[in-house]
């Protein structure tokens, strides 16, 4: 059981509650220098040090929603509940890829009220009788993956990893400090700056009545 001390995280609370879609993915973080300063202080084998992050975003603002930052070795899975619990809106639709493909993940979607859109892993088996991941299961092993991905609306999910490469490309891929509490913090900094350049670059939509 990994101790949650293990990863640290913030959630964004830009704009309002009436959405109904989160999109989840994650990326790795390389911690620039780490390897420079082990070299110095202790003379050890270069090494590079990876942080990982995860996102959910919101697909009709594009902004980041929830976002984790945690070690490399963190399955995508286990952050899940983090990013998930405190949100305080409805939710339809949770789509992630297969990395979230668990009965854990599944539970937690629905507990949420939401349907998950996460692609079964290769050669899955069916769960018990009336699960909504059956109907994915099937139509993979009839139709095939890219069938269900198109039927299913999986194609939205690119939407979080455009908001990967933009947050990618705003701090180069790379974090600069060396504590691990600052390190959470300078990753958290971007987050809230894309969700700000968002409220200038991109029309709010209001739901429908």
């Known amino acids: 059981m990994l101790l949650l001390s293990s990863w640290l995280s913030a959630f964004v609370t830009y704009g309002s509650y009436w959405r109904t879609?989160?999109?989840?993915?994650?990326?790795?973080?390389?911690?620039?220098g780490e390897g420079e300063w082990k070299v110095r202080k202790h003379g050890a084998e270069?090494?590079?040090?990876?942080?990982?992050?995860?996102l959910a975003v919101d697909p009709v603002t594009h902004d980041i929603v929830a976002a984790e930052v945690s070690l490399e070795n963190v399955?995508?899975?286990?952050?899940?509940?983090?990013?998930?619990?405190?949100?305080?809106h409805?939710?339809?639709?949770?789509?992630?890829?297969?990395?979230?493909?668990?009965?854990?993940?599944?539970?937690?979607?629905?507990?949420?009220?939401a349907r998950a859109c996460i692609p079964p892993r290769k050669n899955a088996g069916l769960w018990k009788k009336g699960h909504q991941r059956n109907e994915a299961v099937l139509v993979m092993r009839k139709e095939g993956?890219?069938?269900w991905k198109k039927?299913?609306?999986?194609?939205?999910?690119?939407?979080?990893?455009?908001?990967?490469?933009?947050?990618?490309?705003?701090?180069?891929?790379?974090?600069?400090?060396?504590?691990?509490?600052?390190?959470?913090?300078?990753?958290m900094a971007y987050v809230s700056a894309i969700n700000k350049l968002n409220t200038l670059g991109i029309p709010v939509r209001m739901p429908r009545v």
Do not use: C
């Open 145 to 147: 993956l890219a069938h």
């Open 21 to 32: 879609e989160n999109q989840h993915d994650s990326t790795g973080l390389k911690v620039f």
């Open 46 to 54: 270069k090494r590079r040090v990876w942080r990982k992050l995860h």
């Open 90 to 113: 409805k939710l339809g639709r949770v789509y992630a890829d297969g990395a979230y493909d668990s009965k854990t993940s599944h539970q937690l979607i629905a507990h949420k009220g």
């Open 151 to 187: 039927i299913s609306g999986y194609h939205r999910r690119s939407l979080v990893e455009t908001a990967m490469s933009r947050f990618k490309q705003l701090m180069a891929g790379k974090i600069t400090l060396r504590k691990y509490n600052g390190q959470v913090g300078e990753v």
């Open 75 to 88: 399955h995508d899975a286990e952050v899940l509940p983090t990013l998930l619990n405190p949100l305080r």
